[in-house]
């Protein structure tokens, strides 16, 4: 699969551009002020659908963030998804983040589990076990199993992942997107060191999450 060619707006957002655009522009030519809270709408679907593009940190063993957002935890726990301990680190998105998903690391797709679920907001820890969500577990080059879970918010209604088992991905690459406020939960090796704290702002791509070891 190849890498996402980033045209600035994700190709998910066009419906829902043209549909905040047509009444807009509609009761603009009817009524300028009237359409203020609509261009209003419109703004705010364009940069939720922004995709910038990002540059890959080239350190082979890191642990990229596979979403803008907030870490919001980092605790050694059970990985669900791969039956091993590992550490979790999650990032919290809000609405106003960027919400195309990255890989984290180089490495073979060797399962996708998608589970449907409840959408209570994704800030709560039971969203990680109760809410929608869909889990890719990966192994690098090296044999590492790295787990990253894309889970579906109080407002997102809609997980897209458009890899499968057996592909194989890099660093960086685009691999779905979920709309309106979520998180994505990662799984890491024990032996893996964490490099952010909780409260730290990531981005996608750019923000190393931690080292394999």
């Known amino acids: 699969m ?13 419906p829902f551009i043209a549909l905040s655009l047509v009444p807009a522009l509609a009761v603009s ?24 593009a990002r540059e890959i940190p080239q350190d082979a063993a890191a642990v990229l963030s596979p979403a803008d957002g907030r870490v919001i935890k980092v605790e050694r726990t059970q990985d669900p998804y791969a039956q091993r301990e590992a550490i979790l680190v999650s990032v919290f998105m809000n609405v106003f983040n960027v919400h195309s998903n990255r890989c984290p690391v180089d490495g073979k ?15 709560l820890d039971k969203a990680s076990t109760e809410n929608e969500r869909n889990a890719v577990v990966l192994t690098t080059g090296n044999g590492q199993v790295v787990t990253f879970v894309q889970v579906a918010g109080l407002i997102a209604r809609r997980i897209l992942c458009y890899i499968k088992a057996g592909d194989v991905l890099t660093r960086g690459q685009r691999y779905g997107f979920i709309r309106f406020g979520s998180r994505v939960d990662v799984y ?18 750019e923000t190393i999450l931690a080292q394999l070891g």
């Open 29 to 52: 030519a009817w009524c300028l002020s009237w359409s203020i809270p609509l261009w209003i709408i419109f703004l705010f679907v364009v940069q939720f659908f922004r995709d910038p």
């Open 2 to 14: 190849n890498n996402y060619p980033h045209p600035i707006i994700a190709r998910e957002g066009w």
């Open 109 to 123: 797709v060797e399962k996708i589990q998608y589970f449907p679920g409840k959408f209570v907001n994704a800030d």
């Open 188 to 205: 890491l090796p024990l032996t893996a060191t964490v490099k952010v704290s909780i409260g730290d702002k990531v981005s996608a791509t």
